[in-house]
């Protein structure tokens, strides 16, 4: 899982060429390049990054080239450039920006197609700012065909953290940096709105936090979640629900297709 391509049991990771095994460099040299391996980060560690001489840092660690696992909240296309919204529930979207050569005189065959809404993406690119606005300057987007590859990321981004801090004679930060970053499966909790429960899956995180970011009396419907989150089986979401509602983490309100969050 940890080595030097994109996707799932093929992250962007740390022992990537250029990364934390790599030989020492000078000084002068590392000072002038920018960071060599992809790191894995969730979205909320690229929107809560500091800016110091211009490059991103998520605690100690700089983030530049970085992969992200989120659900596609909406799409703008244009000849040259697609406007994403990705959503990885760590934090607010994320805009993600895909240049293209989409002109009317490139074949249709040899056009870069959008990734349709609702359906979950890998995204690789480098961290940018415009305006005060942080953003990620895609340089390539694939669609998610595993659901596990959204447990595998929270993983690999906790595994980053740990590999970072330990390289740098700090591992007992690795959690901090990670929970600072909005994923909290290694911490004891958080008042991040978002903050993910150890010991659920990806898709049970998930069920919770669409149930609980419903602010109506009645609570979430069973259809709403499902249609929040579209590609994932409906099976699936129901299972989850079961599960959330026997451990106490949801409960119904008006009938058995509607829940609220017993931490809402």
């Not at 690795?174 to 911490?187: D, F, I, K, L, Y």
């Not at 010991?199 to 995180?205: D, K, Y």
Request: hydrophobic share 30%; glycine share 8%.
């Amino acid at each position: 899982m940890w080595n030097n391509q994109d996707g799932f049991q093929n992250q962007g990771g740390f022992s990537s060429p250029g990364g934390f095994g790599t030989p020492q460099q000078s000084d002068e040299r590392k000072a002038s390049q920018k960071p060599q391996y992809v790191a894995p980060v969730t979205i909320a560690e690229i929107i809560n990054s500091q800016i110091a001489d211009e490059k991103f840092y998520s605690g100690d660690m700089e983030i530049y080239q970085v992969t992200i696992v989120g659900l596609v909240r909406s799409v703008k296309e244009s000849a040259t450039r697609l406007d994403y919204e990705v959503d990885d529930l760590s934090g607010p979207p994320l805009e993600v920006k895909q240049f293209v050569d989409n002109d009317e005189s490139v074949p249709d065959e040899e056009r870069v197609k959008a990734m349709r809404e609702n359906t979950y993406v890998r995204v690789r690119g480098t961290v940018r700012s415009f305006g005060g606005k942080k953003s990620i300057v895609a340089t390539k987007i694939t669609p998610v065909t595993d659901m596990n590859e959204l447990t595998y990321h929270i993983l690999e981004v906790v595994h980053s953290h740990v590999t970072f801090n330990a390289a740098n004679g700090d591992a007992g930060a690795s959690t901090s940096n990670v929970r600072q970053g909005g994923v909290t499966t290694m911490s004891n909790g958080g008042d991040h709105n978002n903050d993910m429960v150890s010991g659920l899956t990806s898709i049970q995180n998930q069920v919770r936090v669409a149930i609980r970011n419903d602010m109506s009396s009645e609570g979430a419907s069973v259809d709403a979640v499902c249609r929040q989150m579209r590609g994932v089986p409906e099976k699936a979401i129901r299972e989850a629900i079961d599960f959330l509602s026997s451990e106490g983490h949801i409960y119904s309100t008006i009938d058995d297709d509607h829940y609220k969050a017993t931490d809402s």
